[in-house]
């Protein structure tokens, strides 16, 4: 095993594999991977040969790309075997296929088909120099997937077939690259079809990003690139400024907002510079979507896109979702693509103006007139939900052996994990009583400055607030976790600790897990006698009406415009959120005898629950 080979797999390929291969007549299909995005395209289609004992999937990487991390790990998730590039080359594979252009794939030893890594081919970008390609002429950078220099390899096509999901591809394919219209495959588009058949599970995929009733989720995407909405290249570098302004301009309870970046900026700038970018943010409310396993049933769920001129906003535009341009396209898009027909009609973000204005009158006003002919809903696939039943029979075309009798289905969309939000930057409220004793509240995560409009204001700030100093200054403190966590004492002993340690908070409250707010109130001294912690207070609106967080506010508005518990546990509250209205009742916990409700600690333990990850 010498001559470098040492990392080469002997099983199931490999000079003396029939040894050891348990199967050793398995026809051989190579999954080759450029970076992140173009795998996450390969893994659509990775199941279409499920269940079929005559067929071994491998897996490689090209190393060519700039963008290798997070490959390696990926590629060891699928569980296939991963061949070494060099071993790759010398494997005679029964079918090989890609989704990228990029790499010395001319060199691969069987029939090779390349699918599309994005919504179709739009962009253009330079040719690397892999020794194998048409060399540059200096003229602007060629449309990737559609011209010479990235279909030809000495004059000859690089892949045996092309797959397109339109004939509009297949237009623009003939007018750059004739020579390679020969090996054009019309197919469709697997990821739309994943999307389109996942769209009944649109309100589970909101719950699991935590959007409450009555609250709409804003996604902000970015695609990779300078000129993206999360670059620094264009004229304005907009995303300082509108990161904290997303959070704190709009109201926490009727605004959910999430991001999806493209694993380019995911993996290129690492996920911990990522995550330490977006840190405001991500105290003020916003949702950081896994870009490989999350993003397109984040879209589903999504009310409304901020957006660039990446695939994201062109999804979301097929499915009917509106979409607002944070960045204006530059000279990167094939001028004749239905992305760059669609970036030139869609409306844009003013990023200076007011968030909340702009996305009411995206959301609430006509659909943009488009420009003559089909929009992205047509031109995303022109076989919409057939693409699993055309590639897999191109598939085993070029394998040479009949399909399997079963029909050809894809993998539905995963089920994400519930993502609860937790704000711990501290929240501005603002709460009115309006008609039928009603108490509207709006929260603001860290505003910079006071929000408009009528209404008695305070502080709510959650107890692991990055800066400590603003507890002291808050009139309620709240948490979350699990009411039986022996960390905490339990919510009786911690809220009464809470009002101790602060004296100028006036409502301490402890959220649980499953929707209910645990709070205590100060009571007025009697007597001339410091104030005292009142009775523990179970607030319930239902698992699902609203953060509880809320009630603890609305709680204090009723106080502090002087009304009695004794009304609450007669009547409840009733709070409103924007146009979302929800009754909450309250009663008093018991002193003794459980754990949630007891004041002084003494109850048996309970075992302890992890909290929800920060």
């Known amino acids: 095993m010498g001559d470098g080979r040492a990392d080469w797999l002997r099983v199931p390929v490999g000079t003396d594999a029939a040894r050891w291969t348990t199967r050793s007549r398995c026809r051989l299909v190579l999954f080759v991977v450029h970076n992140v995005t173009s795998a996450t395209r390969l893994l659509d289609v990775l199941p279409l040969f499920r269940d079929d004992l005559r067929v071994q999937s491998l897996i490689t990487c090209t190393g060519s790309s700039p963008f290798r991390a997070g490959v390696a790990e990926l590629m060891a998730g699928t569980g296939v075997p991963v061949l070494p590039w060099e071993q790759a080359l010398e494997l005679p594979a029964h079918l090989a296929i890609s989704a990228s252009f990029g790499g010395q794939l001319p060199l691969l030893d069987a029939p090779l088909t ?122 304005d570098d907009v995303l300082p400024s509108l990161l904290p302004r997303l959070t704190a301009e709009l109201p926490a309870d009727e605004y959910r907002v999430a991001a999806v970046l493209h694993p380019n900026i995911w993996h290129g700038h690492g996920p911990g510079q990522i ?237 649980t897990d499953t929707g209910t707010c645990l709070a205590r109130v100060r009571t007025p001294g009697l007597g001339g006698a410091p104030d005292g912690a009142g009775p523990l207070l179970r607030l319930s609106g239902g698992a699902w009406a609203a953060d509880p967080a809320v009630h603890a506010s609305a709680l204090h508005a009723h106080l502090a415009a002087g009304g009695k518990v004794t009304e609450l546990t007669a009547s409840g509250l009733t709070v409103r959120t924007g146009g979302h209205v929800h009754r909450v009742t309250v009663t008093v916990a018991e002193a003794t005898g459980d754990a949630a409700g007891d004041a002084a600690g003494d109850a048996a333990p309970a075992a302890p629950v992890t909290p929800p990850a920060r």
């Open 275 to 511: 995550r330490a970018w977006l840190d405001r943010a991500r105290r003020g409310g916003l949702a950081l979507v896994d870009p490989l396993e999350g993003w397109r049933q984040a879209l589903i769920a999504a009310d409304a896109v901020i957006g660039d001129a990446g695939s994201v906003s062109y999804y979301a535009a097929a499915l009917g979702i509106p979409v607002l341009m944070g960045a204006e396209p530059s000279d990167g898009l094939d001028a004749a693509s239905p992305v760059a027909a669609f970036v030139r009609q869609a409306p844009r973000l003013s990023p200076h103006a007011p968030l909340r204005a702009q996305l009411d009158a995206l959301l609430n006003g006509p659909v943009p007139a488009a420009d003559s002919g089909p929009g992205p809903a047509e031109l995303v696939s022109s076989v919409p939900g057939e693409a699993a039943a055309l590639l897999r029979r191109h598939f085993y075309r070029l394998i040479g052996i009949p399909e399997p009798p079963e029909p050809a289905l894809f993998d539905p969309l995963p089920l994400p994990p519930y993502e609860r939000t937790v704000r711990t930057a501290p929240l501005r409220v603002v709460t009115r009583a309006v008609a039928n004793g009603e108490i509207e509240v709006s929260r603001y995560a860290d505003p910079r400055s006071e929000p408009a409009g009528d209404g008695d204001a305070h502080t709510a700030v959650h107890e692991d607030t990055l800066d400590p100093g603003r507890l002291a200054l808050a009139d309620v403190v709240f948490r979350d976790g699990a009411a039986g966590d022996v960390r905490f004492g339990g919510p009786g002993r911690w809220t009464a600790e809470i009002l101790a340690r602060h004296p100028h908070c006036s409502v301490a409250a402890f959220l």
């Open 114 to 235: 390349v699918l599309s890594h994005g919504v179709g081919y739009n962009k253009r970008l330079a040719t690397p120099d892999t020794g194998h390609r048409t060399p540059d002429t200096g003229r602007p950078s060629p449309v990737f997937g559609l011209s010479p220099e990235w279909l030809l390899a000495d004059g000859s096509p690089v892949a045996d077939a092309m797959v397109l999901s339109h004939p509009e591809q297949l237009d623009r394919l003939r007018a750059a690259c004739p020579e390679a219209v020969p090996t054009a495959v019309i197919a469709g588009d697997p990821c739309f079809d994943r999307i389109r058949a996942a769209l009944p599970h649109r309100e589970r995929f909101r719950r699991a990003l935590d959007v409450r009733p009555g609250q709409r989720l804003v996604l902000l995407n970015s695609t990779w690139n300078p000129d993206a909405l999360f670059g620094d290249g264009g004229a």
